[in-house]
């Protein structure tokens, strides 16, 4: 039997639904097995009632385990459909389920131990350089130092972002669906869709659709560090190959339309981490130490329930994902203006985040004053009550 790679549409999309299916039936059935035999293992840390999450409710962090038991399933579905086909199973690919299983391993054991900053850290630096050396390379100077060093930065960066993300109900999973989504659509334009990666981002799809139906507020479970780290290689592994390669050959060594598609796709986290990084710094506070801080958070605080922030956040990712499709669309036609019009629309989005931070502020000062007068008032009324209850003291003598 003659064994045909499929290069279209037609025959590759059938093989993608099928996938999607059976890895949201996977997330569904893990996900009621583990809430029906817990398992200190695969909780983690977070049955502890002090870990600092939103709500004061303990939920289990067994969501992680969603994702890496469906990206199993869809390994195993690779190697099949690689024999049937004749589908190339290249090294980043393999070096991307090595990077993903190293980081779902360090995300385990931080969930259960608890284990030092230090030591996450360099778990985390094992799996960036795993995706490096499998050929997953970010070309952003044609100087191969400055490759790697931006390749590990981003790899870091990416697992963070998506770690501090994952801090209400339903938020990182549907920023990774975006992401994930704009990534496919690069695939399917440079003809790349019918490659092993298209397989394994819609069988995490499908694994993140089946864990929202547990982590959609009210949640019953999170996904811990295990799924955010397994997340944060995926996405910027991924990212790194279909979002950072439309760079002109022989072009300026500093191309500024390269940047503007991940900026746009991953907008969310980005602006999200620098925005509590910075924060933290500025108020004398270590970056490291979690706080009431994020922009999930301050959205909440303006007064929106937990599943309404979701929402709000769900339909800014439906914008980035918009934008990053009308990015890609122009990339063959890039002028000087889109690169202008563009980082005007991240600008833009940056500025509306920090002005939930700002209308914060104001309703505090607001709330303040207005508790204050409140209690002058209270005061001033709790006095002239005790003054005439002395003149009518004094009357009845």
Known sequence: ????????????????????????????????????????????????????????????????????????????????????????ITSQVLGIVSATTVAFLVGMIDDVYDVKTSYKFGGQ??????????????????????????TIFWVLACINSINMMDNMDGIVGTVS???????????ALTGTLAGPLALLMVAVIGAIAGFMFFNWHPATMYMGDKGSHFLGVFLAAVGAIYLWNFREVGGPAFQPKQFLLPMMVFAIPMIDTFTVIFRRLRAGRSPFIGTYDHLTHNVAFLGFKDN????????????????????????????????????????????????????????SVKHAEKKSITEDKAVLQMSNEKSLEEVRSKSAI
């Not at 992680?64 to 690689?82: E, K, N």
């Not at 990015?327 to 563009?342: A, E, K, N, R």
């Open 1 to 88: 039997m003659t064994n045909v790679v499929p290069t279209s549409l037609e025959s590759i999309v059938p093989i993608l639904v099928v996938t999607f299916l059976v890895a949201l039936a996977a997330s569904l059935v893990v996900g009621r097995l583990l809430l029906q035999y817990p398992s200190k293992l695969l909780m983690g840390k977070s049955i502890d009632p002090d870990a600092l999450r939103w709500t004061s409710t303990s939920k289990p962090t067994c969501g992680g385990v969603h994702f890496y038991v469906v990206f199993l399933i869809a390994t195993s579905m690779l190697s099949m459909v690689s024999y049937w086909t004749g589908m190339q």
């Open 125 to 150: 630096l094992l799996a960036a350089h795993i995706v490096y050396l499998s050929g997953v390379i970010i070309d952003v100077s044609g100087i191969g130092l400055v490759n790697y060093a931006f």
């Open 177 to 187: 669906v975006s992401i994930l989504s704009v990534c496919l659509v690069s695939m």
């Open 308 to 363: 309404k922030v979701a929402i709000i956040f769900a339909c800014v990712s439906g914008l980035t994902f918009l934008g990053g499709i009308s990015i890609l669309q122009q990339t063959p036609y890039w002028q000087t203006s889109d690169t202008s019009y563009y980082a005007g629309m991240i600008f833009l989005l940056f500025l509306g985040f920090q002005s939930v931070y700002v209308l914060n502020g104001r309703f």
